[in-house]
Structure formats: structure tokens, C-alpha cells
């Protein structure tokens, strides 16, 4: 991701693109390497999310009510989880709308946030826009929310 794309694993065994990748098939236990890299597309799918209000305290820095999204990238079996969404309006967004990663300039990419597990991304995209694509049917995602 420091080079502004996704890299996810196919499985040699099931076909599966898995991102963020664990380093094996989850389905057929098969340790996936280097060769089994592939490049995933910038490009996906909102296939679940839910709008989160912050709880008000003292000291709270969040004020706004955002977005946490899962988002099927085009090219990947396995959703992206927990991506803050927070430049598309609420009442605007929806389940089946196609979005892009916008990446932050290579000066400004770290590695602080980035992990394996929930596919945090949050130092190196800036945000998520709409690419102006019909949305998807649910029954092409249905399979794909958690």
C-alpha cells in the first residue's frame, strides 16, 4: 500500500483473493507466499457499514457522526473492514455504491496503522470518494457482509 496499491494473495487451491492478506488460505489451510501475490483494484464495493455518533465526554475529540464501512474490492474475495468514511454524506451513502481509494502522496504514507486483521488502512489513504458507477445489486454482495 506504501506504493498506492492494494496487494492481496490468491489461493493456488481455492482461487480466492484474500485482502488483507494472513499469509494462508483460510478455507483450505494452504500457506500462501511472494509468488501468490496479486494486485487488487482501487475500486469496490460498500457491501456493509454503519454510522457511528460518538459518545460526548470530556475531552472527546470526535464530535461528528461518521461512517465505518466494509468495502469488497474489485479483484478480492474478502472485504476491507473498518474504513472510515467520512467526506460522503450519510443520507447519501448505501450499501451497493461503488467507491475509490484515494491514497495520501508518498511523503505522507506510514506503516503506523497498517495490519493483517480488520485491514487497517487509515496512514495511507486519505479517503474514500463515490466513482459515479451504478450501485450494485444486493444480491451480488449478499454473499460478502459480515
Known amino acids: 500500500m506504501l506504493e498506492g496499491r ?7 487451491v481455492s482461487g480466492k483473493v484474500y485482502l488483507p492478506s494472513k499469509g494462508y488460505d483460510l ?3 494452504v500457506r500462501l507466499g511472494e509468488a501468490d501475490d ?3 483494484a482501487n475500486t469496490g ?3 456493509s457499514y454503519t454510522a457511528i455518533t460518538p459518545v460526548q465526554y470530556y475531552g472527546q475529540q470526535e464530535t461528528e457522526t461518521y461512517i465505518r464501512a466494509s468495502i469488497l ?3 478480492a474475495d474478502q472485504p476491507l473492514g473498518q474504513q472510515d468514511i467520512r467526506n460522503i454524506p450519510i443520507a447519501e451513502f448505501r450499501a451497493g455504491m461503488r ?9 505522507e ?3 503506523g496503522e497498517l495490519d493483517n486483521r480488520w485491514g487497517g488502512t487509515g496512514s495511507v489513504i486519505s479517503h ?3 466513482t459515479g458507477e451504478p450501485d450494485l445489486p444486493f444480491e451480488e454482495i449478499a454473499g460478502h457482509n459480515w
Do not use: H, M, N, Y
Open 38 to 40: 496479486v494486485v487488487v
Open 99 to 107: 467507491v475509490r481509494a484515494v491514497f495520501r502522496p508518498p511523503g
Open 109 to 111: 504514507r506510514e506503516l
Open 45 to 47: 464495493t460498500v457491501v
Open 128 to 130: 474514500w470518494e463515490p
Open 73 to 75: 474490492l474489485d479483484g
Open 6 to 12: 492494494f496487494i492481496g494473495q490468491k489461493s493456488p
Open 27 to 29: 478455507l483450505e489451510r
